[in-house]
């Protein structure tokens, strides 16, 4: 690890620690109320900054667009450190969603979605909750993606069994993870932080217990959850965690810096504060675009190629080491759930018909490059009946980014001692034509029990199936409620893991022998 920090940004840095330092305070500050209201249409909470009107729909009471701090697209607030949002008089409407942080739309053309606006969180609480458990959901999207009011992600299901539900909505892109000189790193993982200290002031005021806070995510939301296991600053703000498909990517402060001069190249400017705090919102999005474009490229950018361009930063302050460092150092016996789907990079490769034009040579180059073993044709050959090259590169690549560095995740946890539990999520969706099958994102909607929702629709290639959502879901409602799934914990002599499908049931070492093709590989 780099942990050098260039002279001009060590001010910057000691921000972002004086934001972890105040942690250990906030819980035991004065709680505010308890919900008020809840037997009408509009229940009122108050929090530290006023009170706020949401909306009830049977024993669930939603907050939504709720300001944990203030707008960081601001010009005083750009590119720093989170401030606290202001407070205001009167109830706020709290009974819709507001926009996600500004970032690269999906929709045909590109160009920029959401606004600037507060770092906002949206609550779902059961109407007669005290001293409830409390889930927190950070939502996955590569780091340059987030939307904390997606459908699937709606807690009505969790708030029912009686669990406050959290979503939150974090910086992303160049302004949440690029390195940029004269501001500090990680800005999108001190927004996290940010969150969690307003929930330790706030949350009683829903009838959730600051003490019994259960971190959460999926994709780049459940590698968020293990940096945040490991980051000091961190550090009694939570007390359980589950990690949905945890990639395992960051850049060390070289990898950052190289990053930042090619984009601040692209953009025209410096790769400085007040220089970058000069470009507009939409300009910076399509930056952010090209720079996901110029990464894929490899042969240019070396072990990095590949990823996506901004990324969490071991910096030295924020995160202070690497990954599996930090959680061996900092993260204790965590209760932790885990685990990840069968088929994760189908997602990446099935909707817009790439896997059908892969070339053999792309997947022994894959083989090369990640110095697998040479019987590793044959073991994905068989991950499906007459596997095309396409099949097998999709499972080469689910492996190397998503299930490998889950189960290398598992493993350290369970050596430092903390009680793990194991899943695998094997449900094959007839998605695009049969073909998404066990993708990435397919389990989100079987956690939440969102399966109706027409967000999750595409990605279940219909209705779903029920039984299966009911059963994943109440094994996640028992680990937030006790901090046990209700399954053999991990262990690495027999690796028992939860497999869910049309039948689930604990299985000993699954995929094992794709697991053995990379035991050289390393990460950090």
């Known amino acids: 690890m780099n942990s050098k920090i260039p002279f001009g940004r060590r001010q910057f840095l000691a921000s972002g620690a004086a934001l972890g330092a105040s942690a250990i305070g906030l819980a035991g500050c004065a709680q505010t109320p308890a919900m008020k209201n809840t037997d009408s249409a509009s229940p009122i909470a108050t929090v530290a900054q006023g009170q706020l009107r949401g909306a009830r729909a049977g024993s669930v009471a939603s907050f939504k667009r709720v300001p944990y701090a203030a707008n960081p697209f601001t010009a005083a607030n750009r590119f720093q450190a989170p401030k606290p949002a202001a407070a205001w008089s009167g109830e706020r409407d709290a009974s819709a969603y507001g926009p996600m942080p500004p970032q690269p739309s999906r929709a045909p053309g590109g160009g920029m979605a959401g606004e600037a606006d507060d770092l906002t969180l949206n609550i779902w609480a059961p109407t007669n909750a005290k001293n409830a458990p409390v889930m927190v959901w950070f939502p996955g999207g590569a780091f340059y993606r987030v939307d904390a009011a997606e459908g699937w992600y709606d807690g009505s299901g969790f ?29 999108g993982l001190l927004d996290q932080v940010a969150a969690l200290q307003w929930i330790q002031r706030n949350i009683a005021a829903f009838g959730g217990n600051p003490k019994d806070v259960t971190i959460a995510g999926q994709s780049a939301g459940a590698q968020s959850v293990m940096l945040l296991m490991g980051m000091p600053m961190a550090q009694g703000l939570f007390q359980k965690a589950i990690a949905q498909s945890p990639p395992q990517n960051n850049f060390s402060t070289a990898e950052a810096a190289r990053v930042a001069k090619a984009t601040g190249e692209m953009l025209g400017v410096a790769p400085m504060a007040q220089a970058m705090a000069a470009v507009s919102l939409p300009d910076m999005i399509t930056g952010t675009e090209k720079m996901i474009g110029d990464l894929r490229d490899r042969a240019k950018w070396g072990p990095i190629g590949g990823q996506p361009p901004f990324l969490p930063v071991v910096d030295g302050t924020v995160l202070t080491e690497t990954p599996y460092a930090a959680l061996q150092k900092n993260a204790g016996k965590l209760p932790l759930l885990i685990g990840c789907t069968d088929e994760e990079a189908r997602l990446y490769l099935v909707p817009g018909g790439t896997i059908d034009k892969i070339p053999p040579p792309a997947f022994d180059g894959a083989v090369r490059g990640n110095r697998l073993p040479a019987n590793a044709a044959e073991v994905y050959a068989k991950v499906r009946d007459k596997a095309s090259p396409g099949d097998m590169l999709a499972a080469l690549e689910s492996d ?51 399966l109706a929702t027409k967000q999750a629709a595409p990605f279940l290639g219909g209705p779903g199936h029920q039984p299966l959502a009911d059963a994943m879901h109440g094994r996640w409602t028992r680990f937030i409620k006790t901090g046990d799934a209700g399954w053999p914990r991990y262990e690495t002599a027999t690796r028992p893991t939860m497999r869910f499908d049309t039948t689930s049931a604990v299985v000993n070492d699954p995929l094992a022998e794709r697991r053995q093709l990379w035991s050289g590989a390393k990460f950090n």
């Open 159 to 187: 708030a029912a069994q009686g669990i406050v539900v959290i979503t939150v909505n974090y910086r992303v892109g160049i302004d949440g993870f690029m390195a940029i000189d004269g501001a500090p790193s990680n800005r």
């Open 400 to 450: 190397g980014t998503f299930r490998i560095p889950t189960l290398r995740y598992a493993e350290q946890r369970v050596a430092a001692g903390a009680p793990v539990w194991f899943y695998n999520f094997a449900w094959s969706s007839p998605g695009f034509g049969g073909r998404l099958g066990a993708g990435h994102v397919v389990d989100v909607p079987f956690a939440f029990n969102t």
